[in-house]
């Protein structure tokens, strides 16, 4: 987040994630208003996180699968102890 500060009626200069009880702000934001924005960019953050793990979790399980595919379909051979005869 850019703005970390707010600045209160008075001039005081507050952090976003440390406003007192009681402190009117400047530009008219309210404290719950404040902490529901922090909410919800943790929210989206985690949602962003859980989101990268599944593609990576379906990109995995792709790899694992083509790898088992190209294993069945490659050529056999078939060794014998007198030798490959055909």
Do not use: F
């Amino acid at each position: 987040m850019a703005d970390r500060n707010v600045t209160d009626t008075q001039g005081r200069v507050w952090r976003r994630c440390a406003i007192p009880e009681g402190v009117t702000l400047a530009n008219g934001q309210s404290k719950e208003k404040i902490e529901a924005e922090i909410r919800k960019s943790k929210d989206r953050r985690k949602e962003q996180e859980r989101h990268a793990k599944a593609k990576a979790r379906r990109k995995a399980q792709m790899k694992r699968e083509q790898a088992c595919k190209e294993w069945e379909e490659r050529p056999q051979i078939l060794y014998t102890p007198m030798g490959n005869k055909r």
